[in-house]
């Protein structure tokens, strides 16, 4: 044998040896380290950091916390590679919608095998989420829901309905400088985005898809949404010409916005910004119908990869995360919606105004579907949507389009 | 004998010393490229995606006949090739042009300018295209309020219109490249013998002909494989248009193939079909090179 293949030979079995040593136990000397793929950001980053270094110090010299940020889609593909090939994270935390996604792909263990059913059984639906027969997520959080949010200087109090809220923001739309475009709306939310579509669409009566998974998007609902966005912007001019995620944050941020339609991540940001600012239900459309966002729980699954010596670590871990205390203050300081029902009970949390309308957005709000069709339906509806409003098609158009793209999606995504 | 004897052993550990120098690189290669670019060919036969990504098998041609038979692909391949056209051109066009005027006598601070030009080729990509996309938009951006305060004109929705959206990534591009054909063409330059330019001097001829008639020819040599690189680059430059239109906003209408290929792979897991399409890619750009240097006859000498 030729000496270079020789070489290779060698080479490949050790690193085939390497790649198969078993992970048999932990290790001899030093603390179990447990790594956690996560999404949080700004002031929930910040708050999450410090669990965590509390965590360790509590924990010295037998379990270490070591976590990595990653953008929402960056999360959810690497995750799936790394899982895919035998590495990764031993935990995830990202939104409910990833699970079935990641479950598809056999990407997780379920959460049974890490978390006793005596403590899984303190969470309320929406902390424990299962798909297909299995339990993959346990939640920290519930909502990650749109609100309306108000900046209190300029809009103290927001009505019910859009009729009444409508004038209020012309109102506050001015151009002080007299160059024929506004300094300040009255509104502005990312208009590129169908996530932030759908609070008009089921206002309207709408929804995206069938139980069984058909597209429900080119239906009157759909138009009349559609028509009801572009009369905000261009019948009653009260938002931005054109505006992206960044610009909506900014906008309100620099109060060049009276209001903003966003997430709870974004809240306390505004806080930080010096935004004395309200959060309120996003109005009821013209039908009497709410304006209701999507809503989902934000938690933490296992890795597939995880192996059984590592579980009793991560029960430690998982309980620390998800447990009262950490709800409990998160919900203080986050203002996050709890998934243990005993924790709403307690009075700093009930009394908390922000959680509290914030709840109250959530009672209206619609689940989202735990289906690895989600994201043809959110890829389908993004293109359509941002002709209808760049004015390239008519509402009408822009409907029968979304209900194509989002079946073709689907049809594409088992080739 | 005892002569021949060491001449062998002298040539045995000159071959061991080359193998265990050349070993590292070798493998290197076979790592990061062989290894992949196979791996993506048995994908590209393969049925992957995210139902059958740990349990997916070889299963022919489909996927080849899938991307050809897919309604997008030729109207974003006749986009690709625009987008590489035009970018191209523009990058050698400025290029040249102001590594001429850099190239003349009378300018002053030769240094300074040389610097100031390369900057958008020193800068990350990432963080260019991203201002760009800032200074694009409607309301806030710079060129909107340029073209409004100073050239009166009414503003261009540059984000959200299909046009005006691709129309943002190449202007975005054109910006990011000139500065490497500008530093091909001095060097290009530096090299012309400053002879010619005197005869040309004696015979009376006018500076656009010295252009033409000196300076592109004896630019060609340097220039040919720069654009051969260029439009390589070009071609599979996903940053730009994924950064400036947002992945391919509005509605998918700014994709050019690299990028389809991106989001069909890592937003949609059609992994099978995204490795055909890579390869059907690969395939242009390697065609198109082999044509390309035959016909302008880039190997061969310049004198």
Redesign the interface.
Known sequence: MP??LR??AV?WLAASASACRPDDGPPKDGPVEVLIWHKKDGVELDFFNRQVAAFNREHDGRIRIKTLKRDN?ELR?QF?FAS?GGQGPDLIFGPSDNIS?FA???SLRPVTDVLPDTFLARFDSSGVLDWNGKKWLVADQVGNHLAFVYNKRLLPAVPETWEELIPMLQALTKDTTGDG?PDRYGLTWNY?EPFFFVPFLTGAGGWVMTPDEKPTLDTPQTVEAIRFVLDLRDKYKII???S?YN?AETLFKEGRAAAVINGPWAWAGYKRAGIDYGIARIPKMPGGRWSAPVTSSLGYSVNVNVPDWKVPYLRTVLEFLTGPAMQTAMADSLATIPTQPQVLAIPKVAENPILQASLAQLAVGRPMPLT?QM??VW?GM???Y??V????VSPEQGARKMQVEVQN?MD???? | MPNGKSNTAERRQRSRFL?WML?PT??IV?AVVAYPLMYNVVLSFS?M???H??DWKVVGLGQYA?VFAEPNFWKIFGKTVLWTVVNVFFHVAIGVFLAVMLHQKFIKGKSAWRTLLILPWALPQYITALTWRGMF????GAVNLFLGKFLNLS?I?W????TEAFMAAIITNVWLGFPFMMVVALGGLQSIPEELYEAADVDGASAWSKFWNITVPMLRPVLIPAITLGTVWTFNNINVVWLVS?GG?????THILVSYVYKAA?????F??AAALSLVIFAILFLFTQVFLRQTDATEPAY
């Open positions: 000496r270079i070489l290779f080479l889609e593909t799936i895919v996604v598809v792909t056999g475009r590129t931005p010409g054109e992206d610009v690895p994201r043809q890829d993004r293109g359509p941002q002709l409003m760049s004015g390239s999606l594409d995504m088992s080739r | 193998f070993a070798v493998l076979l049925n995606n995210l139902y990504i740990r899938a938009n409607y309301e806030y503003p929705e984000l959200t219109s299909p947002n906003e509005p509605a998918d209408q890592f937003a949609m897991y059609r099978g079909w």
